[in-house]
């Protein structure tokens, strides 16, 4: 799935652990706000004001509670269209 095509409403997942960057007023720097595989929906999409060619999505994450968390502005790479598939551990014999 192409991350460009979706647009605000659509559902993404965390392609890896989000951490507070120092942007999200409230939350401390380097705190983790969105675990790798947690979904969330997509609130705007836009670009860096210095580098247009930067794109960016602006995303509310579900919370352990199910509730919508604050809005985060999160790199492409950072997404997927598509819940990360689990880890699956070898069973020794």
């Not at 790798?36 to 994450?61: A, Q, T, W």
């Not at 999160?74 to 598939?85: M, Y």
Request: charged share 25%; glycine share 10%; proline share 10%.
């Amino acid at each position: 799935m192409n991350l460009k095509e979706l647009q605000p409403g659509d559902m993404v997942y965390a392609a890896t652990n989000i951490s507070n960057d120092g942007s999200l007023p409230g939350v401390p720097e380097g705190e983790l706000v969105a675990p790798l595989g947690s979904r969330g929906v997509i609130i705007n999409l836009g670009h860096l004001e210095e580098n247009p060619d930067k794109e960016l999505m602006l995303v509310r994450f579900e919370t352990h509670d199910n509730e919508l968390g604050p809005a985060i502005g999160c790199w492409f790479d950072e997404l997927t269209g598509t819940p990360p598939v689990p880890l699956i551990e070898s069973e020794e014999t």
